[in-house]
């Protein structure tokens, strides 16, 4: 198996998030940080990079992620 790295839309990120293997994860690069989404058995984490500093948040759904990133991504 090989890493494979594609653009995707707004659009394609809530179908892509509800398939998202354990293995898997989706980088969104902003002008101010760095987003990092996985899941887990349990649960989706996402990881905000910026300036060296992590910051690490949970979420139990694809709703609640989605909801969440609309304040974080720059538009």
Same mark, same amino acid.
């Given at each position: ?15 892509? @998030? ?9 980088? #969104?690069?902003? *002008?101010? %940080?760095?987003? !990092? @989404? ?9 990881? #905000?990079?910026? *300036?060296? %500093?992590?910051? !690490? ?19």
């Amino acid at each position: 198996m090989t890493y494979q790295e594609r653009e995707i839309s707004k659009n394609q990120l809530e179908k892509l @998030l509800q398939t998202l293997d354990l293995d898997e994860g989706i980088r #969104i690069e902003n *002008k101010s %940080n760095i987003i !990092f @989404l996985n899941r887990s058995a349990k649960r989706y984490c996402v990881n #905000i990079s910026s *300036k060296g %500093n992590e910051e !690490f948040f949970y979420h139990a759904s694809v709703g609640e992620i989605l909801d969440f990133l609309n304040e974080k991504i720059d538009q």
